[in-house]
């Protein structure tokens, strides 16, 4: 602790001077009066003892002076020093201080601003204790799929947990929607059931209440629930007192044994946990991966290793059950990278646009610094001429430079706290509520810290970068010119390299956010395709325990779209499993085509599948290339069928008709019934991130019944309208149903691609920030140099050249500067934006009328910037030009 | 201001705080003891004692206390922190080490 000390003593040194001095003062008397004492004992008289004692003593001021030179003081005096003198600058010059604190702000608080969010999402996504051992646990069919579709048979994962020596616990869960119904009115809820030992891998329990106990996981014994903090403030008001009384969840008596801490949601975003009790031959299946899993890896097992050990586990499990494993891998992902499959590269995109935006902000700081460096060469010759040296004429230049660059901090500091306000309240919550750590977004101390850091950082730069500038500052040249200093030739260079810098910069943000924009654009003009204003939908969730076999799901939904059908001014009503923009990946499948047997599992071709009625396509206004749409009887009676879409045709029939052809799902042995093709649709984006057009299976939901289906309705007009005469034809069909998430198609499609408009937005706010940057740089350095040049501007004029010359003169020069950095610039931005097209899933693309178009508006900018100074070159008065300096 | 011995820099350091390493000593007292040990051949000089005195509490080796002198007056007090027995410790084996092999130089050349 030795440093403790050594600091201790510089601060009081440093804050407590006079007491210091004093200290000092009467040690060094006291050690003359001693001598002077032990001078008379030995018998000199008191005057000679005084004398003496003085004498042998020495310089006292000279000894003083060295005792506070071991204090190392002198340094940070100085620098005290020099910040006020700082301080003192920058007040005198509030114009250029209040300019150059505005640009760093936005440069810094830009970076921070985005920063608070990478920090929430990517992250610190969950505020889980240790959360970089929490992994998702999943199996892998030999496809790409989605971020939705990582399950596990349950056998599998009983297996994987035992049999494996990764996993210190391991949870399985499914998602679920309930109905809770209190005094007749159903709400739905998302939620899910969960094994007991849910919460201890999650290392959250219950505030309220207790968790799940293992025998709770048996059938018949898990009609317990724990409910989410918000839930149960919302439906219950908070009463403590619900502990252990029943609550309605799909028509059954559910016993409430405990609440969960605030804030707390896994997975987002769930209030509602039941046990999940399976039967046991559920328990031991292995043919269908249906539930998901959730592990806590052990201390020191990283996610790399698990995957190793996981993948050679499965390797065995593929031997020993080769019919439901063959070609199944299994895999685990940490939990905060959970959606890094989409939110990486928006986020990554975001935060590099940002920092692009704080180096054409430096960029443009730093013309602006070195022009104010020359107003003060000659108080730089005169400090040098008076015997500063080198280190002390650095240290006044980085105090300033800091001292600028902690006021920028600061109000950077205020931005980001303003933009990330914005950002939470400005986007729809029913997109947010599915991102895992969106509540989270704060300027928290991590946040600060990188403001800080950053704005140490630039000040730094820019203090040693304004030393270099103004090295070589020649004396005697300097003090004995008049006028003000002038420009050599290297630095007018380094300067106009600056403004080629900023050109570039502001040329390849202004083409990101014209490619983001349009990216945005194009997908809403394309799921206008669908029309989806006229359309309402909706969720249904039909209990299991109720709606127990197909004939009752058929007959229930048969019913329902005869009765929605009638409601007055609705012109269709179909059902889907899921529908676009739903922000869910569609099932996939492996399946088999006839005539084309697949040995092993691991190639064989997989398609989305979505269970549809036949009104489906004409409501949805996806167009039927050839065959037939599905029919009423298309029921269970008759040969199963199926539509496939455009793509899949294409894909697996090139050149052939389709129609007739006999496809099943699964492998060439699997217990599904063969399909016959009888009709191609045309191909529809499901969800922003995923391709344009994927191949897709669509089966009947007569043939095919599934208990949770989408609902959709297209209607004469006002669709938010039909929303009470569709809830109240479902009350009267089952009151213990309810109606999920009733929205517009519009609404959806608007919500779903919520966060590309945000980038588009934030990456246009970039690029005029950039574009308004580099415009001030280029007319800083045009004004310079034409004030630099006013006498050979005021000759010219003398000799007889015309004003439209001069004029010609530097607006050539703006416009070589900006040709430069364009020429430079247009192939990077290309670059870029195939860079970018590849990392946010194609919906943007490189696009030359963009590029062109931001390149003629830097031409027209960069003309505009340099006509002002252009106008003032030709004003010049040859004899006031020629009697100056 | 050159004296019969000049000690070399590094070494009154070791000097002082072997001597304040029994008891807190004031900064007289230190220079008394010093001459009187090493019978007047070492004088510390006061110029370059409270300055060394400054830096070792600036360094922490040392640290001061005011207290009553034996003449019945505030005086300054000076004692050896943790890091500075350490550090005395240290620089004395360093020390012995140094004036053994100049003393086996001189022997043998």
Redesign the interface.
């Known amino acids: 602790m030795?440093?403790v000390?050594?600091v201790s003593?510089?601060f009081r040194?440093l804050l407590r001077r006079n007491t210091v001095e004093q200290?000092l003062g009467?040690?060094?008397r006291?050690?003359i009066?001693?001598?002077v004492?032990e001078n008379i004992a030995a018998g000199m008289a008191p005057q000679e003892a005084r004398r003496a004692a003085v004498h042998?003593?020495?310089?006292v001021e000279?000894?003083k002076e060295?005792?506070r030179?071991?204090?190392?003081v002198s340094f940070l005096e100085a620098l005290l020093q020099d910040l006020r003198y700082g301080a003192r600058m920058l007040r005198k010059n509030p114009g250029f201080t209040t300019i150059a604190v505005l640009i760093l702000a936005l440069g810094i608080g830009a970076n921070t601003a985005i920063f608070s969010m990478v920090n929430a999402v990517l992250l610190h996504p969950y505020n889980f204790h240790n959360l970089d051992s929490l992994v998702r646990v999943w199996e892998t069919r030999g496809m790409e799929e989605g971020f939705d579709a990582r399950s596990v048979a349950p056998a599998d994962a009983a297996d994987l947990f035992a049999g494996t020596d990764v996993f210190q616990n391991l949870a399985t869960y499914r998602d679920q929607t309930f109905n809770l119904s209190t005094e007749g009115n159903v709400e739905p809820i998302w939620g899910d059931s969960v094994s007991s030992s849910f919460f201890d891998v999650l290392g959250r329990g219950p505030t309220l209440g207790r968790g799940f106990a293992q025998s709770e996981e048996q059938p018949g014994f898990e009609r317990v629930a724990i409910l989410g903090y918000g839930l149960w403030q919302r439906r219950f008001g908070g009463d403590p007192g619900l502990l252990g009384k029943t609550i309605k969840l799909n028509g059954r008596d559910y016993t409430v044994v405990g609440i969960m801490p605030p804030k707390f949601s896994y997975p987002v975003p769930s209030e509602l946990w039941v046990p999940l009790a399976l039967p046991a031959a559920e328990k031991a299946d292995r043919t269908q991966l249906t539930t998901m899993a959730l592990g806590r890896l052990k201390p020191g097992v990283t996610a790399e290793k698990a995957n190793v050990a996981l993948a050679s586990y499965a390797h065995r499990l593929e031997q020993e059950f080769p019919k439901t494993n063959a070609g199944r891998s299994a895999t685990v992902l940490q939990l905060r990278k959970e959606l890094y499959l989409y939110s990486l590269p928006l986020f990554s995109l975001l935060q590099i646009a940002a920092v692009f935006v704080l180096l054409l902000a430096c960029a443009n700081l730093a013309n602006l610094m070195f022009t104010r460096m020359l107003g003060r060469q000659k108080e730089i010759a005169m400090r040098t001429a008076l015997g500063a040296g080198p280190r002390r004429l650095a240290q006044l230049f980085v105090s300033e430079t800091l001292l600028l660059s902690m006021l920028a901090g600061a109000a950077a500091v205020s931005v980001s706290f303003w933009s990330v306000r914005l950002l939470r309240t400005s986007i729809s919550v029913e997109w947010t509520k599915w991102v895992p750590g969106w509540d989270g977004i704060q300027v928290d101390s991590s946040v600060l810290a990188l403001t800080i850091l950053l704005a140490f950082a630039v000040g730094l730069l820019f203090g040693f970068a304004t030393v270099l500038h103004s090295g070589r500052v020649g004396l005697g040249q300097t003090l004995k010119e008049s006028g003000p200093g002038s420009l050599t030739r290297s630095r007018a260079r380094l300067r106009s390299v600056l403004v080629v810098a900023q050109v570039i910069f502001a040329l390849v943000l202004l083409v990101c956010a014209g490619l983001t924009i349009q990216g945005f654009v194009r997908l809403a003009t394309m799921y206008e395709g669908f029309q989806p204003g006229g359309v309402l939908d909706a969720e249904i969730g039909l209990p299991k325990n109720i709606y127990s076999d197909g004939t009752k799901i058929t007959a229930f939904y048969k019913q329902l779209l005869h009765s929605a059908s009638a409601i007055a001014g609705v012109k269709e009503v179909a059902l889907a499993t899921n529908l676009p923009a739903s922000n869910v990946n569609n099932d996939m499948t492996p399946f088999t085509i006839e005539g084309r047997p697949v040995t092993k599992t691991n190639e064989m071709p997989s398609a989305d599948l979505l269970v549809a009625s036949p009104d489906y396509f004409p409501a949805l206004r996806i167009p039927l290339m050839t065959g037939r749409l599905f029919s009423e009887s298309d029921n269970d009676a008759v040969e199963r069928v199926t539509i496939i879409s455009k793509s899949m045709a294409d894909r697996f029939w090139p050149g052939e008709n389709a129609l007739g052809k006999r496809v099943r799902l699964g492998a060439a042995d699997s217990n599904d019934p063969w399909m016959k093709v009888i009709g191609v649709v045309g191909d529809i984006r499901q969800n922003w991130w995923n391709p344009a057009a994927r191949p897709t299976i669509y089966t009947s939901f007569l043939q095919s019944p599934r208990n949770g289906m989408s609902i959709i309705l297209r209607v004469e007009s006002n669709a938010s309208s039909y929303a009470a005469p569709l809830r109240d034809v479902v009350r009267q069909m089952d009151a213990g149903v309810a109606l999920v998430a009733i929205e517009t198609l519009k609404t959806q499609v608007v919500d779903s691609i919520g966060i590309i408009r945000i980038l588009g937005i934030l990456m246009g706010v970039f690029g005029l920030v950039a574009l308004l940057l580099s415009s001030v740089g280029v007319y800083g350095v045009l004004s310079e140099s034409v004030a630099q040049r006013t006498r050979e501007l005021g000759i010219r004029l003398a000799l007889g050249a015309h004003p439209r010359d001069l004029m010609k003169l530097v607006l050539g020069q703006a416009l070589k500067l900006t040709g430069i950095g364009l020429a430079i610039a247009v192939p990077v931005s290309f670059a870029v934006s195939r860079i970018m097209a590849a990392l946010i899933f194609g919906i943007v693309s490189a696009d030359f009328a963009v590029v062109a178009g931001f390149t003629f508006l830097l031409v027209a900018v960069a003309l505009v910037a340099g006509y002002f100074p252009a106008r003032r070159a030709t004003r010049v008065d040859p004899l006031i030009a020629l009697r100056y300096e | 201001m050159t004296k019969p011995t000049d000690l070399v820099q590094g070494t009154l350091d070791l000097l002082i705080l072997k001597t304040i390493a029994l008891e807190p000593m004031h900064g007289w007292a230190i220079a008394q003891r010093i001459r009187r040990v090493s019978n007047n051949v070492l004088q510390v000089n006061q110029g370059a004692l409270y300055p060394a005195l400054h830096r070792l509490e600036q360094q922490a080796w040392i640290q001061s206390k005011w207290g009553e002198s034996e003449n019945n007056r505030r005086a300054k007090y000076y004692s050896l922190t943790r890091a500075g027995q350490k550090y005395l410790k240290a620089e004395e084996s360093n020390w012995e080490r140094l004036s053994s092999a100049i003393g086996l130089v001189l022997k043998t050349v």
Do not use: A, K, P
């Open positions: 030795r440093w000390q050594t003593n510089l040194s200290e009467s040690e060094l006291f050690h009066d001693r001598q004492e042998e003593f020495g310089g000279q000894v060295e005792c030179d071991t204090r190392r």
